[in-house]
């Protein structure tokens, strides 16, 4: 009799692990390329949580709902570890959750709902209940290792070789996201910096053209940049082009440019993008260079790129609830920094212009192409240009008057770097004949006017020319198009 019942307790007890090594696998360190001391920490961390889930089988096995609820709530996230539910399920439908309540508490409401579900199916079915439960977790979790798109092999980062292809004119176009114009919404409200007078006196260094005047004809990217790169200046932006640009059924791209004819008229191309928008697929791309966290980048000065930040923004990057809502309390209270969205790119901003300094130099490319977020809210950086944590995790909190100060301050920010890589670059490659572009796809769409969604920064330096303040009214599609079509 006692055999038996100690054949049944293991049975018990295997059952009640396999619950738990199912669903806290951590399948983010499998997926995306983490430093082994980083996967030695977590492998550690799981392997003292193990331990606390076998102590409390001692104290939880007898009193059977309490049982059922702890084994309910691991199973639950088991579910969302491995269906990444806040990323692939909350996110895409962020615009109508946010009407009704912050996204986090809405994850957490979604993660209560599956716990009670799961509660009273153990309660109801016993044994039964968890062996069902535990099959559809384990299910979901090869699913997940072996058939989805989440891993760096599906990343569209590539380098071609080229034979005897030596390029001394260069085109380097830099578009930086949401970057405010002069006289915008951002310049007509700006106590902190007068980076009108200042991006006139970067076009002056330089003998670069500058327009006063110039708006997108759309207020969305996809709309915007699809326009700009197919020399488009028709103003109808109701909806995308697909003929242009369309959905991309990956995890690393939301939009994928179906034709580029800016690009056609190179040889050779390099190009350097965000998650947004993959550029990469046109045949004259020689190099693709995707933003990623897991590259080693060199980041700027109180950017927190240490293990803590490694390790939540691995596990936030998978997309699971209970990963964001962490990772978004260790953000707040400014322990981490974020590697995502402009986060990221504002810290890696200055390696990214060494990277393209390296294309420069290495004759390869005729054209070399850059779309970056280090102008994007949230904002980053400080009035000495260092990053701050603190303002970006804060952003949705602050008032439209302070989202103001931080577009102006980082507009200075990134002009300032590129001020500095452009006096280098110029210096450094005499020679050459270089032409570079800085514009921005949309204003900071703070509000629906004109001077806020659509005036947008544009600046020409061309071979032999000379400084140009351009007043008149245009739009970056006209002259983008007046610059390259012919």
């Given amino acids: ?69 702890y084994l309910a709530f691991i199973l639950t996230l088991g579910i969302d570890n491995s269906l990444s539910l806040f990323s692939d399920v909350i996110a895409p ?41 535990l099959t559809f977790v384990l299910t979901l979790l090869v699913q997940t290792l072996f058939f989805s798109d989440k891993t760096l092999k599906n990343f569209p980062d590539f380098e071609i070789a080229q034979i005897n292809n030596y390029n001394d004119k260069i085109t380097i176009v830099l578009i930086m996201d949401q970057m405010a114009g002069l006289n915008s919404d951002a310049s007509k409200n700006n106590n902190i ?16 053209n500058i327009f006063t005047n110039i708006y997108s004809l759309c207020g969305k990217t996809d709309q915007s940049i699809s326009k700009l790169l197919n020399f488009d200046t028709n103003d109808n932006c109701t909806k995308s082009n697909k003929k242009l640009i369309s959905k991309k059924n990956n995890f690393f791209n939301e939009y994928v440019m179906l034709k580029n004819s800016f690009f056609d008229k190179f040889n050779s191309v390099s190009v350097f993008q965000n998650y947004f928008l993959d550029y990469c697929t046109n045949k004259k791309v020689y190099k693709c260079d995707q933003y990623n966290q897991f590259k080693k980048y060199e980041y700027i000065q109180n950017f927190k790129n240490n293990n803590l930040s490694k390790i939540f923004g691995a596990w936030k990057h998978h997309g699971s609830i209970l990963a964001n809502i962490k990772w978004k309390f260790l953000l707040y209270y400014n322990f981490i920094d974020s590697f995502e969205q402009s986060g990221g790119e504002k810290g890696s901003f200055v390696s990214l212009l ?133």
């Fill in 1 to 69: 009799m006692n055999f038996i019942k100690n054949i049944k307790s293991l049975k018990n007890k295997i059952l009640y692990n396999l619950v738990f090594l199912c669903s806290a696998f951590p399948i983010w360190l499998i997926k995306f390329n983490i430093e082994l001391t980083l996967n030695l920490i977590v492998i550690l961390v799981i392997t003292l949580l193990f331990f606390l889930h076998n102590y409390l089988y001692l104290h939880l096995y007898n009193k059977k709902k309490l049982y059922y609820l």
């Fill in 93 to 133: 439908n962020f615009e109508n959750i946010i009407k009704i309540t912050n996204l986090y508490f809405f994850g957490l409401i979604v993660l209560i709902l599956i716990c009670t579900i799961i509660s009273f199916l153990l309660v109801y079915l016993g044994s039964k209940g968890i062996i069902i439960a």
């Fill in 193 to 208: 910096n007068n980076f009108d007078d200042y991006a006139l006196g970067f076009s002056k260094k330089f003998n670069a």
């Fill in 354 to 486: 060494e990277n393209v300094e390296k294309d420069i130099k290495s004759n390869k490319y005729d054209l070399i192409f850059v779309h970056s977020l280090a102008t994007h809210s949230p904002y980053g950086f400080d009035i000495n240009c260092k990053y701050d944590g603190k303002k970006y995790a804060n952003y949705r909190n602050l008032s439209d008057e302070k989202k103001i100060e931080g577009q102006n301050i980082d507009r200075y920010c990134s002009l300032n770097f590129l001020e500095k890589f452009f006096k280098r670059v110029l210096l450094n490659n005499e020679k050459k004949d270089i032409q570079f572009l800085i514009l921005s796809d949309h204003g900071t769409r703070l509000t629906e006017h004109e001077d806020s969604y659509l005036k947008t920064f544009f600046v020409h330096k061309g071979k032999n020319k000379n400084f140009k303040k351009i007043d008149s009214r245009t739009t970056i599609q006209t002259v983008f198009s007046d610059i390259f079509k012919n």
